[in-house]
T-cell receptor
Framework: EAQVTQNPRYLITVTGKKLTVTCSQN?????MSWYRQDPGLGLRQIYY???????DKGDVPEGYKVSRKEKRNFPLILESPSPNQTSLYFC????????????FGQGTRLTVV | EDKVVQSPLSLVVHEGDTVTLNCSYE??????LLWYKQEKKAPTFLFML????IEKKSGRLSSILDKKELFSILNITATQTGDSAIYLC??????????FGKGITLSVRP
């Protein structure tokens, strides 16, 4: 089954404790991206990647890092999480460019206390 | 900076009504406009539009793009309670970066 898998689905952590949210897709898609969704602000792109070793900043990259060492994986790293990074995070992948029919992961609800 | 504005932000209709959702945009090097439906969690893809004036249709949903006036509409006819969701519009600009609007919350009452 074609899917984008994110882990964990829910995470509560403390300020400053490094964490990684994993994202994996099994469709051999080249384009992958990360979003955060906040009430009243909609979906905002954090980082995206058009292929292995190619990543670019989206609209809200501050406080986040990503890497794309393999085509299928695109982890999101928060080196020193802060409460303003409490949000719902989505990973997505797309078969072509410009991105279309994006497949979204089920989301990660992150709370930083 | 790329910008997407959706309107209205929310609306409530009754089953059987027809609704029109609006999306206007400003983007550098426009490449495509996308519509998604978001129910409980992850958004699901509805349409991708790249050319003006060509209607995309899927069942009771249809969408069209006007690249001259920089907007798109999503129409839903004969609405059902299952159409209740947040509808998201996004545009792809330079370097394939996606920018989303804030979404339109549609509630369909029985």
């Amino acid at each position: 089954e074609a899917q984008v898998t994110q882990n964990p689905r829910y995470l509560i952590t403390v300020t400053g404790k490094k964490l990684t949210v994993t994202c994996s897709q099994n469709m051999n898609h080249e384009y992958m991206s990360w979003y955060r969704q906040d009430p009243g602000l909609g979906l905002r792109q954090i980082y995206y990647s058009m292929n292995v070793e190619v990543t670019d900043k989206g609209d809200v990259p501050e406080g986040y890092k990503v890497s794309r060492k393999e085509k299928r994986n695109f982890p999101l790293i928060l080196e020193s999480p802060s409460p303003n990074q409490t949000s719902l995070y989505f990973c997505a992948s797309s078969v072509n460019l410009p991105p279309s029919e994006a497949f979204f992961g089920q989301g990660t609800r992150l709370t930083v206390v | 900076e790329d910008k997407v504005v959706q309107s209205p932000l929310s609306l409530v209709v009754h089953e059987g009504d027809t609704v029109t959702l609006n999306c206007s945009y400003e983007v550098t090097n426009f490449r495509s406009l996308l519509w998604y439906k978001q129910e409980k969690k992850a958004p699901t893809f509805l349409f991708m539009l790249t050319s003006s004036g060509i209607e995309k249709k899927s069942g009771r949903l249809s969408s069209i793009l006007d690249k001259k006036e920089l907007f798109s509409i999503l129409n839903i006819t004969a609405t059902q309670t299952g159409d209740s969701a947040i509808y998201l519009c996004a545009v792809t600009g330079a370097n394939s970066k996606l920018t989303f609007g804030k979404g339109i919350t549609l509630s369909v009452r029985p």
